[in-house]
């Protein structure tokens, strides 16, 4: 099988329209199709099938294209094998939450632009339930994904992680409410009476207050659900309750922080790969340089 054809059909798979397929490879949707055609003669059945006036893959279609991911991770391996020299090439797909695309994924695409340009990202911002639904469907090939050391994720034996980075919780309140301090329990103790703002799509931060919160004695009332942090502070902000905020979040009037420690909520970033796919040069360096830039980071605010 030629494996450019193959790699028309797999971006076809993944993009729903010759026409997609054209603008992003750069080629004619004639060209698409005749690849296509040529590549249905070589392996002996249809690959397609009409689709109203489009078309689409046949179920034999759809399975080839299944193969043609560790086709072509294979070949660019025996590629890289037979000349180390060789620059990595390709386009990776990531699917990651905001904190991480903008404070670990975008430095890592100007490095990219400097220094590998024929490696692209390709970037999706979704939470982890999603993001791990397209890995599976394999719509991506990198999640970026995270959970809490008081609410831990368990992971599918055939994903692989990569830790990136912990990042402190606190308690975030307005300004004019009480001073406290001490233990996580006797801060949140204070707060028991006020109504609680979660995230809307991912149950960990939910998951931590419950936690907390039984330690104080008390049953939070969850009251408000947002995915957004510069949300979650507007809403703060206009007195509708107390939520979780980054520690080193930037301070903003009318909000304040309080530390938790005994226990210390951490969020904790990973990347998440099908395992054995690291391999793919293109995705081994883009790992390499988010693992970088997160160790660059943890430096920097130690001061280490």
Excluded: C
Aim: net charge neutral.
């Amino acid at each position: 099988m030629d494996v450019r054809r193959l790699e028309l059909l797999l971006a076809l798979s993944r993009q729903g329209s010759m026409h997609a397929v054209s603008e992003t490879l750069g080629v004619t949707t004639s060209t698409v199709s005749q690849q296509i055609a040529a590549l249905a003669k070589e392996v002996g059945t249809p690959l397609l099938e009409p689709d109203g006036r489009r078309v689409r893959l046949t179920p034999a279609g759809r399975r080839l294209a299944a193969h043609a991911v560790h086709i072509l991770a294979a070949h660019e391996e025996a590629l890289a094998d037979l000349d180390p020299s060789a620059a990595p090439a390709g386009t990776v797909r990531v699917a990651a939450f905001h904190t991480v695309i903008r404070d670990t994924l975008l430095p890592v695409v100007h490095q990219l632009a400097a220094e590998y340009p024929a490696v692209r990202l390709e970037i999706q911002e979704q939470e982890p339930v999603e993001a791990l639904a397209m890995l599976e469907r394999d719509q991506v090939d990198l999640v970026v994904s995270y959970d809490y050391n008081l609410a831990p994720a368990s992971h599918d034996p055939a994903l692989s992680a990569t830790p990136l980075w912990e990042r402190a919780w606190s308690l975030a309140v307005p300004s004019r409410s009480r001073r406290t301090t001490g233990p996580a329990a006797d801060v949140l103790a204070a707060f028991a009476d006020s109504p609680w703002i979660v995230n809307s799509r991912d149950s960990g931060d939910e998951q931590v207050v419950r936690t907390l919160a039984a330690l104080a004695g008390f049953e939070p009332r969850i009251t408000h659900r947002a995915d957004s942090l510069q949300l979650v502070q507007e809403m703060i902000l206009a007195g509708l309750g107390v939520a979780l905020l980054f520690a080193d979040y930037p301070k903003t009037t009318g909000i304040s922080l309080r530390r938790l420690r005994a226990p210390e909520p951490r969020m904790r970033a990973y990347a998440l790969t099908r395992r054995g796919r690291t391999t793919w040069a293109p995705l081994s360096l883009v790992l390499n340089l988010m693992s970088q830039h997160a160790a660059l980071s943890r430096r920097a605010a130690t001061g280490d």
